[in-house]
C-alpha cells in the first residue's frame, strides 16, 4: 500500500510540474486568438437598424504603437464590456510584443472611411466598399 501511494505522489508531482511550464511565443499568440475571436464574436452580435447606431475602434497593439486594424461594432452592444475586452487584449498583446520582441513594419493601419448597417450588421467601408 505504501508503494502505490509513493507512485500516486510521483504521478501527482509530474502533473504539476508538467502544468507548470512556461508559456512558449506559440501558446501565448493562441491565447491572444482565442481573445480576438471572441472580440469578433461579440461585436458580431451586436444588431443594428441605421447608420447612427454603428462605429469603430481600434484593435491590438502594433509594436510601433498604435491598432493592428479596427473594428466595427453596434451602439445595441454593452460597449462597455466590448471597450473593456478590447482594452485587455491590447494590453495583453503589447505584453506579448515586449516579451518575444515582436517587431513590425510600423505603418500606420488604414482607418475605416466609414461604417454602416449593412442587413443589420455593422461593417467597416473603404472607398466606398464594405471589407
Not at 12 to 18: C, D, H, N, Y
Request: charged fraction near 20%; proline fraction near 5%.
Amino acid at each position: 500500500m505504501v508503494i502505490r501511494s509513493q507512485y500516486l505522489v510521483l504521478a501527482m508531482l509530474s502533473v504539476a510540474v508538467l502544468s507548470c511550464e512556461e508559456p512558449t511565443r506559440e501558446s501565448d499568440r493562441a491565447a491572444l486568438d482565442t481573445q480576438r475571436s471572441q472580440i469578433f464574436a461579440f461585436a458580431s452580435s451586436g444588431q443594428c437598424t441605421g447608420n447612427a447606431q454603428c462605429a469603430f475602434i481600434g484593435l491590438g497593439s502594433k509594436p510601433c504603437g498604435g491598432p493592428w486594424d479596427f473594428i466595427a461594432y453596434s451602439s445595441s452592444l454593452d460597449t462597455q464590456r466590448l471597450f473593456a475586452m478590447i482594452n485587455e487584449y491590447n494590453k495583453n498583446e503589447d505584453a506579448y510584443n515586449r516579451r518575444w520582441k515582436i517587431m513590425s513594419d510600423c505603418a500606420m493601419a488604414p482607418m475605416p472611411d466609414s461604417v454602416g448597417c449593412l442587413n443589420g450588421i455593422c461593417v467597416k467601408y473603404r472607398n466606398g466598399t464594405p471589407y
